[in-house]
């Protein structure tokens, strides 16, 4: 029998340096951001953003061509394989972050054979990458004690995180972060006070924005801070002062695009997270530090495992069925199911691959925070008897291109999953009056945000938006979704006469690009006086000046930045302004 061109040792020593330089690749990568924070150069961030995000499936696929370049006939022996996992968990043994190294070499056993579920002998399976839960901070963390004076303690912790262009004003800015510390503790309580701080090492950039990333702790006190910093025409300002659990968790939110943070122990990061977010999930934590692929397999870990202790069958999703998806659920996660179907009914003209490009697209932009998170799967097994029939029947009849069946299980050859939103339209059933006018307003500022990304979102129905647990509207639904950019925004024109104005269609030439601002109004379904809040804070979103002047402003090359956050010097202007809520009690002392 003829041996290996190469021993498993060989091999399995190959991929643990890939997998080095893929890493050494990343946190360079990240590395710049700080240089484009200081430069101010965005444009070059937006681009390493989708640099790092395309940086992993490109070094696995080198992987794989490597190895099976090297074992030739021996690439699809699974004996062989078996081995040289062996001798991999050997030599990863003593890293930090050894999960990362698992998950690299299962993507590479996965591509290589086409794995559909998992195969325990090649491949690392959930429980196996399973992150400690217990990690050690320590040098991930500073700790900065209170000795009577927080101002000294806040110029302190500054001078540890030194960047090449100075703080615009060093003394206003201690004085402000200070103070809005102190307004806000004072707000939770009279006999909460500060005793430490602890602060991440790495700076978290992200877009225009730096954040330091801590806890404060005191009798009685356990609370986050992250504090924002921008880059001005004179210095580096503090921007803004979080210590809510929800803001937090919004800034480390599924709708937002990666951190760029150079870590080196990343499991002590998550670790420290979620001791400040213990209701943010493990696989959020890992995706939005830039660990996409590790989020994922979280993502896998934890859903199998909560199917083995639940009991519930997978159902169609609520809402309006979609011409393009469909969504299941299981009742008891908090995740969709999203497949695409084999054909699309009219009006919809577009293909597979086209459907595919867009989530794609929303993969590598700026999510704004008002675009979930879709994560791609293929070749998930789940067992049938946890379907609901018609959910069955309906999947093998409009999804066979990526479902069937194969024994006890169906395969899922292709599918995307996000966090379960309630649909804005089923939402609006129940919400009282007030409840339905923040949606709307909501819904408005929704589209606004995602247009200052450049982002048009296309098809505006309300089934198309979700709610999240903290009140904020959210864009779905992909197919429709394209770049304000690649639009035409038009006025419509005047009838010329009777017969004109009592037309079906359109009696005038639209373009396949072409969009009417003027006719957004028909897809609202707000009823009053939501219709009317609608109208007056977001009425400009109607008019075809609005959406070209910000066309113009990105084919100038202007890169706008939607805040996850309320700054305390923002002038709120209806109409032309973002104004996300401040949930935060405001400060009571000097902004900047």
Request: proline residues 4%.
């Amino acid at each position: 029998m003829a041996s290996a061109p190469a021993s498993a040792d060989d091999v399995a020593r190959s991929i643990v340096d890939a997998f080095l330089a893929y890493n050494e690749e990343f946190r360079s990568i990240t590395r710049r951001a700080r240089v484009t924070f200081e430069t101010r150069d965005w444009q070059a961030a937006r681009t390493d953003a989708v640099e790092r995000i395309e940086l992993y499936d490109r070094r696995v696929r080198l992987a794989v061509d490597e190895t099976t370049a090297v074992l030739g006939e021996f690439a699809g022996d699974r004996d062989f394989w078996a081995d040289v996992k062996a001798h991999y968990t050997r030599r990863i043994g003593s890293y930090a972050d050894n999960a990362f190294f698992k998950t690299f070499f299962s993507s590479i056993t996965r591509r290589t054979f086409n794995t559909i579920g998992v195969d325990h002998r090649i491949e690392f399976a959930a429980a196996d990458i399973a992150p400690p839960d217990h990690v050690s901070p320590g040098r991930e963390v500073r700790t900065y004690r209170n000795r009577g004076d927080i101002e000294h303690l806040i110029d302190q912790m500054l001078g540890d995180y030194p960047f090449s262009v100075p703080c615009r004003d060093r003394d206003r800015t201690v004085r402000f972060i200070a103070a809005e510390i102190e307004a806000q503790i004072d707000a939770l309580g009279d006999d909460l006070h500060v005793e430490t701080i602890d602060m991440l090492t790495s700076v978290f950039f992200r877009s225009t924005r730096a954040f330091l990333v801590g806890r404060i702790a005191g009798a009685g006190l356990v609370a986050p801070l992250l504090i924002a910093l921008r880059n001005t025409d004179e210095g580096v300002v503090a921007d803004a002062v979080i210590l809510t659990r929800n803001d937090a968790s919004m800034i480390f939110g599924f709708t937002r695009s990666y951190f760029h943070a150079d870590i080196d122990n990343v499991s002590a990061t998550v670790a420290f997270v979620r001791s400040i977010l213990p209701n943010k999930s493990l696989a959020e934590i890992y995706t939005v530090l830039g660990r996409a692929k590790q989020g994922k397999t979280e993502r896998y870990r934890a859903f199998f495992r909560h199917l083995e202790h639940s009991s519930d069958l997978f159902v169609h999703a609520p809402g309006d069925k979609g011409m393009v998806m469909e969504v299941f659920t299981l009742p008891s996660a908090d995740i969709v199911f999203k497949i695409i179907r084999d054909r699309f009914a009219y009006p919809k003209d577009m293909a597979r691959k086209d459907v595919m490009e867009k989530y794609d697209l929303v993969f590598k932009h700026d999510r704004a925070g008002r675009l979930i998170d879709a994560q791609e799967f293929k070749r998930l097994r789940l067992p049938t008897k946890r379907f609901e029939p018609e959910l069955t029947r309906n999947l093998l009849e409009s999804c066979g291109q990526s479902c069937r069946i194969e024994g006890e299980h169906i395969v899922l050859e292709h599918c995307y999953i996000e966090r379960r939103l309630t649909p804005l339209n089923l939402y609006l059933e129940t919400a009282d009056e007030t409840a339905a006018q923040a949606a709307a307003m909501d819904y408005g500022q929704a589209i606004r945000d995602l247009a200052m990304s450049n982002i048009f979102a296309g098809d505006l129905l309300l089934k198309n938006f979700g709610v999240t647990r903290h009140g904020r509207v959210i864009f779905y639904d992909y197919d429709e979704l394209c770049l304000v950019t690649d639009c035409n925004f038009r006025r419509l024109p005047e009838p010329r006469d009777d017969m004109d104005e009592m037309r079906a269609g359109a009696w005038f030439y639209v373009g396949p690009n072409d969009v009417f601002p003027e006719q957004f109004i028909e897809f609202l379904g707000f009823r009053e006086p939501a219709r009317s809040a609608f109208l007056e804070f977001h009425g400009d979103l109607l008019s075809p000046d609005f959406w070209a002047r910000l066309k113009r402003r990105f084919e100038a090359g202007e890169v706008i930045d939607v805040l996850p956050y309320a700054t305390p010097n923002w002038t709120e202007h209806r109409g032309n302004t973002l104004v996300p809520a401040r949930t935060q009690p405001p400060s009571r002392n000097e902004s900047l």
